[in-house]
């Protein structure tokens, strides 16, 4: 595990751990996570939000296990 970035070989493990073929746009994600770069994520229900929040969450306790992460979510859909 490097400091700044999960290596590719880790993240494609990661990936397939999950059965998971990323999206375009989730794998720039990814990538901007590894990097350690600001991301701002807004996309429609169902596309696949959930697992970029699960993989900060991974990436964040690979680094250091006895980190603090703080996971807040709507409890219902919000409505204009």
């Known amino acids: 595990w490097r400091e700044q970035s999960m290596p590719g070989a ?3 493990a990661f990936l397939r ?3 998971l ?5 989730q794998l720039e994600v990814i990538k901007a996570i590894d990097r350690r770069a600001s991301v701002v994520l ?3 229900t169902s596309s696949g939000k959930t697992f970029i929040s ?3 969450v991974e990436s964040v306790l ?3 296990p006895n ?8 409890t219902k859909a919000l409505v204009n």
Request: no cysteine; hydrophobic share 45%.
């Open 10 to 12: 880790q993240r494609e």
């Open 17 to 19: 751990e999950f059965g």
């Open 21 to 25: 073929v990323p999206e375009k746009w």
């Open 42 to 44: 807004s996309a429609p």
């Open 54 to 56: 699960f993989y900060v």
């Open 62 to 64: 690979k680094r250091d």
């Open 67 to 74: 980190a603090a992460i703080a996971f807040v979510l709507p």
